[in-house]
């Protein structure tokens, strides 16, 4: 399994900005893909960004999220990111970094609340 370090959650505003950084524990290169997950109090975990971190780019975003969330990997940093712009508050939720190699590793979380 991969170890994923993540970091950047915290309390912002409503039409603010955050970014999520996930650092995993081996070369992204050797990553079949990383993303993000959410889940908020009495919901499902549910996708919200997911991009290929193999051969070729291939990135998903939950619909919620698009036009809005940016998923970003820099290969020299070995981290994924996620951009979150224009928050809303029903983006509160702890979030989770996700790794695929393709046995499935999970970040600890982190925390993400949008109100003002």
């Known amino acids: 399994q991969v170890q994923l370090v993540e970091s950047g959650g915290g309390l912002v505003q409503p039409g603010g900005s955050l970014r999520l950084s996930c650092a995993p524990s081996?070369?992204?290169?050797?990553?079949?893909?990383m993303g993000w997950y959410r889940q908020a109090p009495g919901k499902e975990r549910e996708l919200v960004a997911l991009?290929?971190?193999?051969?070729?780019?291939?990135?998903n975003y939950a619909d919620s999220v698009k036009g809005r969330f940016i998923i970003s990997r820099d290969n020299a940093k070995n981290t994924v990111y996620l951009q979150m712009n224009s928050l809303k508050p029903e983006d509160t939720a702890i979030y989770y970094c996700?790794?695929?190699?393709?046995?499935?590793?999970w970040g600890q979380g982190t925390q993400v609340t949008v109100s003002s």
């Open positions: 081996r070369s992204i290169s050797s990553i079949d893909a």
């Open positions: 996700y790794a695929r190699t393709p046995f499935v590793s």
């Open positions: 991009i290929r971190t193999g051969g070729f780019i291939n990135i």
